[in-house]
């Protein structure tokens, strides 16, 4: 984000938010010293050491904060740390212990420190020198090597070493320092040493901004570079300012405090800030993918977290208890119980399992616990309850609703068909029984052995039919046969079958209509199952129509193949057209109990029509006759070869 959008095309620091603090201290520092010219604020400053003296305090006392929160933030990270990030850390330490000694000694401190000018100059160049030493080396160490954490305490020690050393060797040398500023002019050391120290920074500050992409997070390149300018400049107000308590030693100052926290930021950043933001990101992402996953379930899932009491739960939840959210949250399982109660009859088992098991240290599955929906009397859910484990321990549990209704539908109407068929079958199997032991009699007349050897043998061909007829509708039901489509010709289709059953309707002194329009187009399917759906109804037409006329036509609806089978026959009441495509019935009237019939004809139409992505319909009155319409998709058999 640009804080200054205008500035920032001329200056590129203004572009960022962290960089723009740089210039902006660089034109208050500026500021400071122009304001002190105009007001005489050195004069005062020089007159009222009492006001100067804190100013001074706390100016360096800040600066030495920063300088220690560099060094923790490192220790507190050090076993993640780069050997770059310790180094600087270790050095921060170090620059905060000398900038202490400093300030004891400084002009006017009181304390058992020897406040003498030449030994806080001496102080301040040591750690002017140990800062820009320390950045200067560190060049040098790979951005990304890393070391053992205890690297941090074999420095330590060396700093313990270093500073102590330094002290004696201040306090030893006392009397042959040299003079670092004398009756308000700049001694050649002060200037020398001011010299060195500018070039050192402005060079680090420069190859640190060089390898900026190699090492930088978040512009951390660009603020470390930041950080070693506002040093070169801090050194550049030393070297200008004359007297102990001037405003340019102020301003020196401040841009030391902002050096500083440039320094400390850049650490932040690589050692907290970005950490944190990429596990952040990380568990957005871990979040989302989270709820994509739980989504991707057609049960409803809702997930306990032991750690934090939350619970997460997914779309399919929300629609099976009529909570409109993406993803649902639950702070706790209290809410989560209300949030449902009302929606299911057995609350006490729920209760039950959230109060005991979800809180026990069970790891045992839990389930299926069936529940009842209040609103949908018919409507049925299995509850699941899983562990979640990690580690061998146990962190929450997902419980699974499933909807069970359509399976326990599908379950009731199979038993019934299973019910209905085994009645079917033992009832030819009872009747050949039957006529095979009367006409094992030994007294029977020929005729009568006969007669009743024809009906066994028509119970057969009836029971043959049947058991046909199941397998036909199981296979339909277990494979549509994708495998054997094709393109079919709708004459090519039919005609066989028209021709067939013409004569059928014939022979039955029926009259057989066909009419199939020109230029229709094919139709996908399986030839076999086609042919036999078709024979179906035709079959059906001239079976249930005593006398009169049927036949076919065949045109098309839009994209779709309209194939029509209708009869004069004996027509249909609503009640027999309600039942019409279920398994195994048969209408009760006089013309049915004379005709064979298994019941499954037209359910094995309907699953034909339905496997082609088709439909089926009927139109019927009692006594006027039946039309059944099959509405399948038509192809371009052209472009199908």
Not at 9 to 18: H, L, Q, S, T, Y
Not at 87 to 110: E, N, Q, R, S
Not at 395 to 418: A, C, P
Not at 523 to 529: C, K, M, Q, S, T
Request: glycine content about 8%; charged content about 20%.
């Amino acid at each position: 984000m640009e804080t200054f959008p205008v500035l920032s095309k001329v200056f590129p620091a203004f572009g960022n938010r962290r960089l723009s603090i740089a210039p902006l201290t660089v034109g208050a520092a500026c500021l400071i010293f122009l304001l002190s010219r105009v007001f005489g604020l050195d004069d005062y400053l020089q007159l009222q050491p009492a006001v100067a003296l804190p100013i001074h305090i706390v100016a360096e006392g800040m600066a030495i904060l920063v300088a220690m929160f560099v060094f923790s933030t490192i220790w507190h990270t050090k076993d993640k740390a780069t050997s770059w990030q310790i180094h600087t850390g270790l050095a921060f330490l170090t620059v905060g212990l000398l900038d202490t000694i400093h300030l004891l000694t400084y002009p006017g401190m009181p304390g058992p420190w020897t406040a003498d000018p030449r030994l806080s100059a001496f102080f301040w160049t040591v750690t002017r020198f140990m800062l820009a030493v320390s950045m200067m080396s560190g060049l040098f160490i790979p951005s990304m090597e890393r070391r053992p954490a205890a690297t941090v305490y074999v420095g330590l020690l060396w700093i313990g070493v270093f500073v102590f050393t330094t002290i004696y060797v201040g306090r030893t040398v006392l009397d042959h320092l040299p003079v670092y500023m004398e009756e308000n002019e700049n001694s050649f050391w002060k200037m020398a040493v001011e010299g060195i120290l500018i070039l050192l920074y402005g060079l680090s500050g420069y190859f640190y901004w060089l390898r900026k992409d190699e090492a930088s997070v978040n512009h951390q390149g660009d603020l470390i570079a930041a950080g070693l300018g506002l040093s070169a400049l801090t050194e550049l107000s030393f070297m200008l300012f004359n007297l102990p308590y001037d405003t340019i030693n102020l301003s020196g100052h401040l841009l030391k405090i902002v050096s500083y926290a440039f320094f400390y930021n850049a650490i932040f950043i690589s050692q907290v800030q970005s950490p944190f933001e990429e596990l952040a990101r990380r568990r957005a992402e871990q979040r989302v993918r989270t709820v994509a996953l739980m989504n991707s379930s057609k049960d409803g899932l809702a997930f306990y977290s032991g750690k934090h009491g939350a619970w997460m739960c997914n779309t399919a939840f929300g629609e099976l208890f009529g909570i409109d959210e993406e993803v649902i949250n639950f702070d706790n399982t209290d809410l989560f119980y209300r949030s449902i109660k009302m929606k299911i009859k057995e609350t006490e088992k729920l209760l039950a399992l959230l109060q005991s098991e979800l809180s026990s240290g069970s790891v045992s599955p839990l389930g299926p616990i069936r529940l009842s929906m209040q609103a949908e009397t018919n409507r049925q859910v299995d509850m699941y309850a899983n562990p979640v484990q990690t580690n061998d321990q146990r962190v929450g549990w997902l419980l699974i609703f499933r909807d069970v209704t359509k399976d326990e539908e599908v379950h009731r109407l199979r038993s019934e068909y299973f019910s209905v068929a085994t009645h079917e079958i033992r009832t030819p199997l009872a009747s050949i029984d039957g006529y095979i032991e009367l006409a094992m009699e030994p007294d029977l007349e020929p005729s009568e052995r006969k007669q009743f050897l024809l009906q066994a043998k028509a119970n057969l061909e009836r029971l043959h039919h049947l058991v046909s007829n199941i397998l036909d509708l199981e296979k339909l039901q277990a494979n549509p046969a994708h495998a054997r489509r094709q393109c079919l010709n709708i004459e090519t289709l039919l005609m066989p079958q028209i021709e067939n059953y013409n004569l059928l309707a014939a022979k039955k002194g029926l009259e057989f209509h066909a009419q199939i329009d020109a230029n229709l187009p094919g139709i996908y399917g399986d030839e076999v199952r086609l042919g036999q759906a078709v024979s179906n109804l035709l079959s059906n037409a001239i079976k249930y129509t005593p006398s009169g006329s049927c036949g076919i036509k065949v045109s098309a609806e839009g994209k779709m193949i309209a194939i029509e089978v209708w009869d004069t026959g004996i027509g249909l009441g609503p009640d027999e057209k309600a039942h019409l495509f279920e398994r195994f019935y048969r209408a009760e009237n006089e013309v049915t109990r004379r005709t064979i019939g298994t019941g499954l004809g037209l359910s094995i139409v309907k699953a034909i029509a339905e496997a082609h992505g088709g439909r089926i319909e009927a139109t019927s009155q009692s006594g006027r006759g039946t039309k059944f319409t099959m509405h399948l998709p038509g192809c371009n058999c052209e472009k199908s070869e």
